[in-house]
Nanobody, 127 residues
Framework: QVQVVESGGGSVQAGGSLRLSCATS????????MGWFRQAPGKPREAVAR????????YYSDSVKDRFTISQDNAKKTAYLQMNSLKPEDTAMYYC????????????????????WGQGTQVTVSS
């Protein structure tokens, strides 16, 4: 089992920045990818970013490309999502997830490939 805990959400004005953290513990050697997803009220969950834990390969959705950066500190078993130039449409519950999928680092992240999920952290961007 892998435990996933997010932190760092909050409220910010448009144009501001936030950094989300995702700490993992437990059987982390099984994890091949860390992903960030978000879900706004009344909308489906969408993949925001992904990083391969060994390869370091990244994915970003078009809506956050060039504004968000995913990174990881393998020694701390922690992933990060740096969010800059935030927009009101970025308002959502953000979830960190871990995947043990063998090829998760080459594909567009999909929720069902992620085995372990955090409880979510709210990000609210006001105009």
């Amino acid at each position: 089992q892998v435990q996933v805990v997010e932190s760092g959400g909050g409220s910010v004005q448009a144009g501001g920045s936030l950094r989300l953290s995702c700490a993992t513990s437990g059987a982390t050697d099984s994890i091949n990818c860390m992903g960030w997803f978000r879900q706004a009220p009344g909308k489906p969950r969408e993949a925001v970013a992904r990083i391969g834990t060994s390869s370091g390969t990244t994915y970003y959705s078009d809506s956050v490309k060039d504004r968000f950066t995913i990174s990881q500190d393998n020694a701390k078993k922690t992933a990060y999502l740096q969010m800059n130039s935030l927009k009101p449409e970025d308002t959502a519950m953000y979830y960190c997830a871990a995947s043990a999928g063998a090829y998760c680092y080459v594909s567009v992240p999909v929720a069902y490939e992620y085995n372990y999920w955090g409880q979510g952290t709210q990000v609210t961007v006001s105009s």
